[in-house]
């Protein structure tokens, strides 16, 4: 099996853009999760989806950032506007009837 | 009072002895309980799950649960240099998948 496959692995962009990032989970998996991390405030929860069906979004900073999981092989995260203080690592993580969850290998995002 | 609080660290021990970390949770209901493992600039990597209270050991690795005092601990025997990484304690909270993760403890294991 791949594992989770985020892409893009990088991405730069400037204030104001929209920014989309996307995650394919370990196939037969049905929980999706969106984590942010950030040295200050560590390995964060965004939203988190059950059989595409998003269970809990209160981790999701501002109506700026919006998720969705069309089907069971993909999900998006974007973020329209992009600020600075939304540069972080976002880690995209899927597991299996099972809170042990197997991450992605990220995005690093920068918005200058 | 945060939900999952570990020490920073940084945690420096030498080669082959045995690194304790600890970790502390603030939900009585949580029921199962995980150690991640993070390379610098990696992804976190599950390395043990316990959801009973006492030990569980893989390999090298012993996680130690304690839910009357709501403590969690990974014990590493014989650590080595390639231990080296940040540890993150995760707890699964309320029903569903939903993991909170503490801030993670620096490992260093010095040759």
């Known amino acids: 099996d791949a594992g989770v496959i985020q892409s893009p692995r990088h991405e730069v962009t400037e204030m104001g853009q929209e920014v989309t990032l996307r995650c394919k989970p370990i196939?037969?998996?049905?929980?999706l999760f969106w984590y942010r991390q950030t040295m200050m405030r560590g390995l964060e929860l965004l939203i988190y989806f059950n059989n595409n069906v998003p269970i809990d979004d209160s981790g999701m900073p501002e109506d700026r950032f919006s998720a969705k999981m069309p089907n069971a092989s993909f999900s998006t995260l974007k973020i329209q506007p992009s600020e600075p203080r939304d540069s972080a690592v976002y880690f995209c993580a899927s597991s299996l009837d099972s809170p042990e969850a197997f991450f992605g290998q990220g995005t690093r995002l920068t918005v200058v | 009072q945060k939900e999952v609080e570990q020490n920073s660290g940084p945690l420096s021990v030498p080669e082959g002895a045995i690194a304790s970390l600890n970790c502390t949770y603030s939900?009585?209901?949580?029921?199962?309980f995980f150690w991640y493992r993070q390379y610098s600039g990696k992804s976190p990597e599950l390395i043990m799950s316990?959801?009973?209270?006492g030990d569980k050991e893989d390999g090298r690795f012993t996680a130690q649960l304690n839910k009357a005092s709501q403590y969690v601990s990974l014990l590493i025997r014989d650590s080595q240099p390639s231990d080296s990484a940040t540890y993150l304690c995760a707890v699964n909270q309320g029903q569903g998948g939903k993991l909170i993760f503490g801030q993670g403890t620096e490992l260093s294991v010095k040759p």
């Open positions: 196939s037969g998996h049905n929980s």
């Open positions: 939900d009585r209901v949580s029921q199962s």
């Open positions: 316990i959801y009973s209270n």
